[in-house]
């Protein structure tokens, strides 16, 4: 019998090796044009991230090569801009007088604080914009997802008695499947790109509590475009908290705070408000003053829920009423119930290799 070698495939494997050589040049190039990019933006007042640009880029890649391509194009994007808050090569520059630079989520889970800042200049965006604008130093004070901050919680400080979580359900923070958990054994769920905390947090329920094993894919945050190459779909925000409201037919919801509740007792905290320690180290005065500002805000918010939710639904998304169903759910203490829901959260997270095993919070002024 013939001994069958490869040499008939020699030129094509070369012809393989020269074309790796060109994308990983083309890479290069495609990182040193984003990076100018990124430099004018700041430049000019902007933040560093676009995430409609990113959203349309997702969708590109993704009508080009189907689920495998949004994996990709989160990879080109991670490679060109960097991991959100690792890439700081040039970092904005921080202001050394006036009031810090406040930033806020887009969604509506932050709009007793912004309702409650009425005129105080403020950045927002999706959870995943703010985490890069806090670490990058494009704002100074902000929001940021449970999980951005255990993986830098060595750059932050939390600041005490804000934060935005729930005590059973939040309705904003969801798993959409098309049947029970157990169903979800050896297949996909595809984990909207906004989320952080939301989208570890199902992995571990799955995981620890469901006892199931999935493949996850992330994916761009539309739930009709997740779910047709997945079984189930994690999705944050108000995109989640309209499909909740007004679920689709033959969908399960499952509310990821309800389920966190349910299995270990505690509340569930989705993120926390963080001040660089550089900046705090450098200007603890105006830190304490922004953050006499925050909770005067969200003092303010609560007590007009009703007042907060007409404002919200302007957009149209939502009913008066919705929101203010919506609002009444969540939970913006940070005490002790809430910190040991934290720490129980981190072991777990370390546990998969999310976060360092000594991740914890650190306060602002060494207070809970």
């Known amino acids: 019998m013939a001994v069958r070698t490869d040499t008939h495939v020699t030129p094509a494997r070369s012809r393989i090796d020269d ?35 990113e959203r349309e880029i997702f969708r590109r890649y993704r009508s080009e090569f189907g689920s495998a391509g949004t994996t990709l194009s989160s990879t080109v994007l ?9 890439e ?6 921080e202001p050394e007088t006036g009031p810090l630079r406040l930033g806020t989520f887009s969604f509506a889970n932050c709009g007793t604080v ?10 927002t965006g999706t959870p995943a914009a703010m985490a890069a604008a806090l670490l990058v130093g494009e704002v100074d004070v902000a929001p940021i997802s449970l999980v951005e901050y255990l993986r830098h919680h060595d750059e932050l400080l939390a600041l005490p008695g804000l934060a935005i979580g729930s005590d059973g359900p939040v309705l904003s923070c969801q798993l959409f499947t098309r049947g029970p958990l157990e169903d979800l054994a050896g297949g996909r769920v595809a984990l909207g790109s906004t989320s952080r905390t939301a989208a570890l947090l199902a992995t571990v329920l799955l995981a620890e509590w469901a006892g199931v094993d999935v493949e996850y894919r992330v994916e761009p945050p539309v739930l009709a475009d997740m779910l047709r190459q997945a079984d189930g779909a994690v999705l944050i925000g ?10 689709r037919p033959g969908l399960r919801v499952h509310d990821l705070g309800a389920l966190w509740r349910d299995w270990t007792g505690l509340p569930m905290v989705f993120a926390v408000w963080a001040v660089r320690r550089s900046t705090a180290a450098r200007r603890p ?15 303010r918010g609560a007590a007009n829920l009703a007042d907060v939710a007409e404002s919200l639904a302007h957009n149209g998304l939502f009913s008066g009423d919705e929101l203010t169903r919506y609002l009444g759910t969540l939970d913006h203490s940070l005490g002790e119930r809430q910190l040991a829901g934290i720490r129980h959260f981190a072991k777990l997270a370390a546990r998969h290799g999310d976060v360092a095993e000594d991740a914890d919070l650190t306060f602002f002024g060494g207070d809970a």
């Open 19 to 53: 074309l790796d050589t060109k994308l990983i040049a083309l890479l290069h190039e495609r990182r040193r044009i984003s990076a100018g990019i990124q430099r004018d933006r700041l430049a000019n007042g902007g933040v560093r991230t676009d995430t409609a640009r």
């Open 78 to 86: 991670e490679i060109c801009r960097g991991r959100l808050g690792a």
């Open 88 to 93: 700081r090569a040039h970092p904005a520059i």
């Open 114 to 123: 912004r309702w409650g800042l009425a005129d105080v200049p403020t950045e």
């Open 238 to 247: 108000d995109a989640a908290l309209a499909e909740t409201l007004h679920p």
């Open 285 to 299: 005065d105006d830190v304490r003053a922004a953050h006499a500002v925050l909770l005067e805000a969200a003092g």
